[in-house]
């Protein structure tokens, strides 16, 4: 075959090829994620590179191979083979009752999965009347959450009750099947931080379990019938890990021929000091950090091998891992890598599963969102905690909100779905003010939720904004709930101004979730038990709805783990060669602290008192009757939060804060009062939102202002007017400004929708 080159398209920065018929040849690549990550939405990594792909004209394919694994898993079909046989002596009570009733199990379990992806909502009335489910050890915890059913719908008692059950049959599994399954975890042991490759090589010796069995049935089917020359495997987490070298190794063995790459979020953060070359019996390529030219320049080298350039890749040269970075070429901006493409992912598979009544984590498992960035990185890039060091977060980038809004509407389309997450690490509020201005401006119908910092930025008018424009839910780093220590973390925030940010959201009706840590450095038994006693009047004053403790890990990547002695922990040291055979993964590290403090041992206390906080109930409560230790009295006065709620804004409004109307146009009826032989024409406007009208009532003059100004300033128009601007249209026409400005008419329709942002 002849090939030659030919004059690229400026968006192609690769050489691409001719046939002698003039044909492109353009390797084919199949896209996967392995099991599991999630069960309700599709983990967005391959369909980000699948659009990045699109923009490029090269084809592909993509794969949620953990949504496959599930369904053939969990169906009669897949669960017949585990019919127990022989003897059950060997098992425990709960698995000899699973034993007795596995024909109840095969009996419902194709109606409940079909349940659980919205194709048979009527089945939810039989499950709740809790006689159709065979029930095993899952199902100890209803009568503690009787109480928690009285705020759920049928559906929702439904989901959680199939979502026991579901759970029942996994611990089945990981006793008599797979010790290592998990439905977002599989084989996490094995994938955990570790300096040595030995433990996963061995496991990858042994004979495929029967769940390997399913992937690789799966993945043989889909490998034949697309014969791809590159395969992208996206590892986001540790559980992903071992489904990916298994699903590599059986490609490597059935078709050597296909070059295989790793990228994602586990390679990203564990495996920059890669050196194990058995790691290479699996893949050609591992590649770091953003995906897109580094895959691009793949293509390349797999097109032309002569190439040689490579961007943020691993491979290996003379039976050495290399990490090759010799690319001149800049990474894509965030404008110019396309917008994601959902498309070869089974989108009406997913499972909506209720784990626990927490409403933040109902919406991770329930529900199906389409997933986006705002920007590239965090605006903040501080926390010390957090791994800056990285490009994917240190390299912040922010997207339009016109471009966001048109990925938007595309991805509506091609998914027929309307919810949005945006997986930003954290949503900057003056991006976040202009999407929402761009939501509303469209009409969009579209609900959204994201991860934010509780900065003073969102002000009460900004998150009735935000939520105006579909906004339902954000989740913000509390952390520590001590001042001292978020200065020591460098977070940005007080306490106080995390309750005035959260009251905001919360009367809005925008749900709050408090991410909550724990054992951070240096942190006191006291502060500890200070934390716990903030979060409780938080959740007492009604400012926050959701919240999660977790345990302080340090990462190699993170100021703390980067320069340990300012932070007054002592890292273990981490062995040069993780074995004879070389580093494979390296992020967490253990360390000890100087204060000398067990945090493990309050991790119970405090995820118990918290699962009750959000519920509402034991507030009263002493803190010590949460922990079967000795804890000291907390130092936070009773009223703290109370007391900061109840501090006056400062209602001074900045010449440049822009001034926006949510609502409609007006009708207008003028008219003239008269009194004691004195008359004046008045003008009334009537409003209607969508729950009650409502009119206010001026002088004739500061009417017709007032309705064209309305119409100015509407959130449909394009031009947005600064308060200065408003202030100077007035003063052309009448006097006073600010007499009129805080007026009561003018009051009224601040509380309707008229806002300073």
Known sequence: MKCCYFKIPKHHKYPLFLHQNNTVLKPKLFLITPPFTQLNTPYPATAYIKGFLNTLEVPSEQADLGIEVILKLFSREGLSPLTPKGGTSNLSDNAKRIVALWDEYLKTIDSVIAFLQGKNPTLALQICQEDYLPEASRFAQLEELDWAFGTMGTQDKAKHLATLYLEDISDFIVECVDENFGFSRYAERLGRSANSFDELYEALQKEPTYIDGILISILEEKIARIQPELMLISVPFPGNLYS???SAQWVKKHYPNIKIAMGGGFPNTELRSLSDARVFEFFDFITLDDGELPVELLISNIQNPNTKEFKRTFILEEGKVVYKNNASRPDYKQSQVGTPDYTDLLLDKYISVIE???????????????????????????????????????????????????????MMTQTGQNGFHFVDEAAPPALMRALALEILRRKLSVTWWTNIRFEKSFSADLCRLLKASGCIA?????????????????????VEQVAKVTRNFTESGVMVHAYLMYGYPTQTVQETIDSLEMVRQLFEAGVLQSGFWHQFAMTAHSPVGLYPEKFGVTPELLPLQGSEKGIFAINDINYTDKIGIDHEKFSFGLKKSLFNFMHGICFDFELQEWFDFKIPKTKIHPDFIFNALQEEENFTTKPTAKVVWLGGKPSVEYFTKSKKGNSWELAKLTFHDKKESFAVQTNKAEGEWLVAILDKIAVSQSKVYSFQKIKADFEDHLSDFELFWYSKPMQTLRSFGLLIL
């Not at 509390?478 to 925030?493: F, H, N, Y």
């Open 244 to 246: 990916a070298f298994r």
């Open 474 to 494: 954000v989740s913000g780093g509390l952390e520590v709930a001590s001042d001292r220590l978020l200065q020591l973390i460098d977070k940005g925030v007080t």
């Open 356 to 410: 626990v009544v927490n409403p933040m984590h109902r919406m991770w498992s329930d529900g199906r969102w389409n997933k986006l960035t705002m920007a590239h990185g965090c605006y903040w890039g501080k926390c010390t905690f957090c791994d800056i060091s990285l490009d994917y977060i240190k390299i912040y980038e922010p997207i339009a909100a016109n471009l966001l809004c048109d990925r938007m509407e595309e």
